[in-house]
């Protein structure tokens, strides 16, 4: 790892739809409550797209706040990378339309990913790769879905989960030297998939058999399972991944975890031992959007201050279990910048030219701030 080009979360946007549907709103559909629905899942409304809008307006809207964040035009981007599991059509892709719709210019890989709830961070473990090897400077990610479209209405256990939604990030290399990636894993076991399946809809031609079942396009999930495998694997691998980053538990600030269910959440909370102002939550007024989630309880956190910069977080993303990975990354800011460099101490692949100018930088900081009185 001593060769590597480290990797900048330059900027982070997202996007959610203007209409709301509460939880009063969904027993128009069917017999439930506001308090059958928030007991069992924390959630009291969801957004949602209506008329024409898609995931592609909401990606769109969520690339270019994260791309104004960042300070980087969308001409000097070099790749784009969408993860959409309910894209609007499947091609041109996802991320060929973002393309066009920010008016780049020059010819560039533009791709989708489908990882179900973990896309982003398979994305994001995607373009980390392309930035070591230095393939590529800058790089857009983009993570939306608008699961409301293949949500079946009359399903009480699951219409009330979803909601739409989109995040953005814009990486690029860190000149600092310091990556803001302290470590991802990523795993999957795709003998347990059938615990949520989304069965497209097709026909054969029509000159030869048809086949027997015809999916619906509708989620189906086996709640009570998926509960079981969250709140058993996702600790399990948190822990893992901070020890594989060089910190430990007592170094993580804060715990950003996939927002699928309230009580999953803190059951994954109880577990790991962590207070609550250590674990960020925003399903209440969101629900599961997906892919978008950790983008969004992210910047929103920030906003509303929440979350500090300059912290070290564990983003956890599980709800698919094909696609399970955890992560832990530093959002580096020039107020968090200090804390950062500290932390990069641990890890081997520092040399001795960086340490002296992490020192330098240390001291030119520590001087600044004395002039201050």
């Keep these: 790892m001593s060769n590597f080009t480290p990797v900048k979360i330059a900027g982070v946007g997202y ?3 203007q209409t709301v549907v509460t939880n009063d709103d969904l027993t128009k559909l069917y017999e439930t409550s506001d308090e059958w629905i928030y007991t069992r899942t924390g959630i009291k409304e969801r957004r949602v797209v209506s008329g024409n809008e898609t995931a592609i307006d909401l990606g769109l809207d969520a690339a270019k706040k994260a791309l104004e964040k960042s300070g980087i035009e969308p001409n000097n981007i070099d790749c784009i990378i969408a993860a959409a599991s309910v894209p609007p059509q499947l091609y041109p892709t996802l991320a060929c339309t973002l393309q066009a719709k920010l008016g780049i210019e020059k010819t560039i890989p533009a791709f989708d990913l489908t990882a179900a709830c973990t896309g982003l961070i398979y994305a994001l473990q995607v373009a980390r790769g392309f930035i ?5 400077k800058n790089i857009l990610i983009v993570a939306a879905d608008n699961n409301s ?8 256990g699951t219409s009330i989960l979803f909601g739409d939604g989109a995040g953005a990030m814009v990486l690029t290399v860190a000149e600092d030297g310091i990556d803001d990636i302290l470590s991802i894993k990523i795993s999957a076991n795709g003998a347990i998939g ?10 054969c031609c029509p000159l030869v058999k048809q086949a027997d079942e015809v999916g619906s396009g509708k ?4 709640g009570k399972e998926v509960y079981k495998f969250a709140v058993t694997t996702v600790p ?25 269910n309230q009580r999953i959440i803190e059951s994954i909370q109880k577990r790991l031992k962590y207070s609550d102002d250590k674990v960020v939550s925003n399903i209440k007024y969101y629900g599961n959007t997906s892919a978008a989630s950790i983008p969004i309880a992210l910047v929103e956190g920030v906003e509303q201050g929440k979350i500090k910069l300059g912290s070290t977080a564990v983003w956890c993303k599980k709800l698919h279990p094909t696609h399970y990975l955890t992560l832990t990354k530093t959002y580096k800011t020039k107020i968090g ?7 990069f101490l641990k890890h081997s692949y520092i040399n001795i030219y960086k340490l002296f100018w ?6 030119k900081l520590l001087q600044s701030f004395m002039m201050l009185f």
């Design 15 to 17: 996007c959610v739809p």
């Design 132 to 136: 070591h090897s230095g393939i590529y």
């Design 149 to 156: 479209k293949i949500t079946n209405w009359e399903d009480r």
């Design 194 to 203: 059938q615990m949520i399946q989304t069965n497209m809809p097709s026909q």
């Design 219 to 222: 989620i189906i999930m086996d």
């Design 236 to 260: 399990k691998y948190v822990e893992e991944c901070i020890e594989l980053s060089g910190l430990s538990a007592e170094e993580i600030d804060y715990l950003i975890p996939h927002q699928a």
């Design 337 to 343: 910048y200090l804390k950062i460099r500290f932390s």
């Design 358 to 363: 992490l020192l330098s930088s240390f001291f």
